[in-house]
C-alpha cells in the first residue's frame, strides 16, 4: 500500500528529476518543493507544499490537513526562517515570514477559491492555522 509519506518521496523524485515540469501542479493547485533545516537534526528537509500567488512569491497554509499540531516543516520554519524553494522551473531562496493579521482575511479567500479542501481544514482544526509567505529574497 501507498503511504502519503511514500507518495510525497515520488512526488519529490519526478518533481526534481524533471526539472520541476512534472509534479508542479495538482488539478489547479501549485506545489513548490521547499527545503528547511531540521529543528532538532540540522538536516535538510525537503517537502511538497501546495503554494498559493502572495505578493513577490508565495504563501503556504500549515493546515496540517486540519490537524490540531502544526506540521513539522511549519516547526523547522519557525526555528530556522531561511529556506530554499522550487516552483516549477524557478528555485529561489527565501525567508520564511507569517503573513500579518490584517492580511489573513482576504488571503484565505483566496486560498479556499483556489483549493476548497483548506474552507474544510479551518473549519476542522481547533488552532489558528498560519499563512507562511516564503519571501523571495533578492540577489
Same mark, same amino acid.
Given at each position: 500500500?501507498? *503511504?502519503?509519506?511514500?507518495?510525497?518521496?515520488?512526488?519529490?523524485?519526478?518533481? /526534481?528529476?524533471?526539472?520541476?515540469? #512534472?509534479? +508542479?501542479?495538482?488539478?489547479?493547485?501549485?506545489? +513548490? #518543493?521547499?527545503?528547511?533545516?531540521? /529543528?532538532?537534526?540540522?538536516?535538510?528537509?525537503?517537502?511538497? $507544499? @501546495?503554494?498559493?500567488?502572495?505578493?513577490? *512569491? $508565495? =504563501?503556504?497554509? +500549515? *493546515?496540517? *490537513?486540519?490537524?490540531?499540531?502544526?506540521?513539522?516543516?511549519?516547526?523547522?520554519? &519557525?526555528?530556522?526562517?531561511?529556506?530554499?524553494? &522550487?516552483?516549477?522551473?524557478?528555485?529561489?531562496?527565501?525567508? +520564511?515570514?507569517?503573513?500579518?493579521?490584517?492580511?489573513?482575511?482576504?488571503?484565505?479567500?483566496?486560498?479556499?477559491? $483556489?483549493?476548497?479542501?483548506?474552507?474544510?481544514?479551518?473549519?476542522? @482544526? &481547533? /488552532?489558528?492555522?498560519? #499563512?507562511?509567505?516564503?519571501?523571495? =529574497?533578492?540577489?
Amino acid at each position: 500500500m501507498l *503511504s502519503w509519506k511514500h507518495f510525497g518521496d515520488v512526488h519529490k523524485w519526478l518533481y /526534481r528529476a524533471s526539472g520541476g515540469f #512534472l509534479g +508542479a501542479r495538482m488539478g489547479r493547485i501549485d506545489v +513548490a #518543493l521547499v527545503e528547511t533545516i531540521g /529543528r532538532k537534526s540540522g538536516l535538510p528537509r525537503c517537502v511538497p $507544499i @501546495a503554494c498559493y500567488p502572495y505578493r513577490d *512569491s $508565495i =504563501v503556504v497554509s +500549515a *493546515s496540517n *490537513s486540519g490537524k490540531d499540531t502544526h506540521p513539522v516543516w511549519y516547526l523547522n520554519m &519557525q526555528a530556522n526562517p531561511a529556506v530554499s524553494v &522550487q516552483k516549477g522551473r524557478d528555485r529561489y531562496r527565501a525567508i +520564511a515570514e507569517e503573513v500579518p493579521d490584517e492580511e489573513r482575511e482576504g488571503l484565505w479567500k483566496t486560498i479556499v477559491e $483556489i483549493n476548497a479542501h483548506q474552507a474544510d481544514y479551518l473549519e476542522k @482544526a &481547533q /488552532r489558528k492555522i498560519p #499563512l507562511v509567505w516564503l519571501r523571495r =529574497v533578492k540577489g
